[in-house]
C-alpha cells in the first residue's frame, strides 16, 4: 500500500507563489505515476500536472501552463508543486495522486489565492 502525505497550502496574494509537497511511504516502487489535482466546491477534480516514474516526463493543465511546476525528489520520496503567479482563480483544495493500477489520494492541502 502507498501512503501520501500532502503539505504546503495556504493563504496567498495574487500573483505570489507557493510550494506544495507531498511524501510518499510505503510500496513506492509500485507507483507509476504521480500528479496533482484541484478541486472546487461543485465542479470535479481536475489534474493540474502529471510525472511519470520511469521518463520523468511530465504534462500540465492548460490553465497552468508556464506558471506551475511538478517535480520529484527521489532520495525523500516527495512530490512537489511549485505554483507561481497564482490568481484567484487557481483557489482549490490540492491532492497528491499515485497511480499503483488504481488511484491513491492523499489528504490534500488547500490553497486560497486572495487580496
Known amino acids: 500500500q502507498v501512503q501520501l502525505v500532502e503539505s504546503g497550502g495556504g493563504l496567498v496574494q495574487p500573483g505570489g507563489s507557493l510550494n506544495l509537497s507531498c511524501v510518499a511511504s510505503g510500496d513506492i516502487f509500485r507507483i507509476n505515476f504521480m500528479a496533482w489535482y484541484r478541486h472546487t466546491p461543485g465542479k470535479q477534480r481536475d489534474m493540474v500536472a502529471q510525472i511519470f516514474s520511469k521518463t520523468e516526463t511530465t504534462n500540465y493543465a492548460a490553465s497552468v501552463r508556464g506558471r506551475f511546476t511538478i517535480s520529484r525528489d527521489n532520495a525523500k520520496n516527495t512530490l512537489y508543486l511549485q505554483m507561481n503567479d497564482l490568481k484567484p482563480e487557481d483557489t482549490a483544495d490540492y491532492y497528491c495522486?499515485?497511480?499503483?493500477?488504481?488511484?491513491?489520494w492523499g489528504q490534500g492541502t488547500q490553497v486560497n489565492v486572495s487580496s
Open positions: 495522486d499515485a497511480f499503483v493500477g488504481k488511484d491513491i
